[in-house]
């Protein structure tokens, strides 16, 4: 902000640059989105000196919808940026035997993923063009919070080198050793250095949530593989699918996967109860391409969270924030959605088909 707040359009590729950067370190869109980038960015129309009425709600508008479709983006550029994406490499592997690495997944999604983090602040401006457009106002206030925060302590440096570690393992060293292993020896260091207090790690009582639900849907996953419930129930619905070529199976599948998120709250749920379906019909069809649908899969999960105001966890707190229309967020919601989708299709695909060659 301190660098490119000069301007409103700066201002919106500064919220997705800042995302950008802490995704690969947050498993969690709604503590990346939702309690990082919100609560920096909802006082920036009063610093501008939007005022009050249509000025402030247009700036506040263009600013919120940036930061949600910028979230759901990056939600889908690195594996670690979203707790479901593990999951449905984990019901991947269980079911299909395909091992799907970070930089694997992070290549393949580059090309979407770069475009769009430069579209969606450009047409976001477009589509709510603030009324207010230059101010400077925000890098000066940008510039003086960073003099009061001070320098950097002993805990936030320990943090920050962790942090580094983690994803450098993950990316780095998967063959030798497991990505769960890997935070649970950085969560433990965390706890040895001071960083954290045990009474924090008990007290964050989603991540709990997400081992115990996690742990045990991978569990039943390899389970039913093994008594042959998912290749009975793959070949019964690859029967439907007869007639068409392999790719046209895997485009639909994707297509049907994206759109089903409509009728789920949250993308864990979602994932859970699809994706075992959707992975055991692909295996089903003879010469389909498994490995690039596994990805397509998996990069839909981050990007269908803009579909609408219940589909991600950051969603609803975009949605109630008093600057979105609640027209608009299912207009955006939609018109992003399809923007998003058409990318994958058409850029994606034939990126990670190509890459599997």
């Known amino acids: ?28 869109n709604t503590a ?18 939007a005022g009050t009425g249509q000025a402030t709600r247009e700036l506040g508008a263009y600013l919120m919808w940036v930061a949600f479709a910028t979230t759901c983006v990056t939600s889908s550029m690195f594996v670690t940026a979203l707790a479901p994406n593990l999951l449905l490499l984990d019901l991947a592997r269980s079911t299909t035997g395909i091992t799907i690495t970070w930089t694997e997944w992070f290549v393949g999604f580059l090309p979407v993923g770069v475009l769009l983090i430069l579209l969606v602040p450009w047409i976001t401006w477009r589509l709510h063009t603030p009324e207010v457009r ?13 003099v009061a925060m001070g320098r950097t302590s002993r805990r936030e440096a320990g943090m920050g080198a962790l942090a580094v570690m983690s994803l450098a393992l993950w990316i780095f060293a998967t063959a030798v050793i497991d990505a769960t292993l890997v935070a649970m020896i950085a969560v433990s260091l965390m706890l040895a250095l001071g960083i954290v207090s045990w009474e924090d790690i008990l007290g964050h009582r989603p991540a709990w949530n997400v081992l115990a639900w996690f742990a045990t849907l991978v569990v039943l996953a390899d389970g039913l593989n093994r008594v ?5 129930l793959g070949h019964g619905t690859a029967a439907w699918l007869v007639g068409y070529s392999p790719t046209v199976v895997m485009l639909w599948l994707v297509v049907l996967f994206f759109v ?44 269908m969270g803009v579909l609408t105001p219940y589909a991600t966890g950051p969603a609803p707190l ?16 939609a018109l992003f959605g399809l923007l998003f989708l058409t990318t994958l299709l058409a850029i994606g695909a034939p990126w990670v088909l190509a890459s599997a060659r």
């Open 1 to 28: 902000m301190r660098s490119l707040g000069h301007r409103t359009l700066g201002l919106g590729y500064a919220v997705a640059l800042s995302d950008v950067l802490i995704a690969p370190f947050t498993p969690s």
């Open 32 to 49: 990346r989105s939702a309690g990082m980038i919100y609560p920096v960015i909802r006082h920036i129309p009063d610093l501008y000196g």
């Open 134 to 146: 230059e101010s400077a106002a925000v890098p000066r206030w940008a510039a003086d919070a960073l």
């Open 228 to 232: 042959g419930v998912v290749t009975w």
């Open 260 to 303: 089903m998120h409509y009728a789920f709250a949250g993308i864990t749920a979602h994932a859970t109860a699809v994706a075992p379906v959707m992975l055991a019909a692909a295996a089903g069809v003879d010469g389909l391409p498994i490995r690039p649908f596994v990805l397509l899969l998996g990069f839909s999960l981050g990007i």
């Open 318 to 333: 975009y949605y109630g924030c008093g600057f979105i229309a609640r027209r608009d967020f299912w207009r955006l919601g």
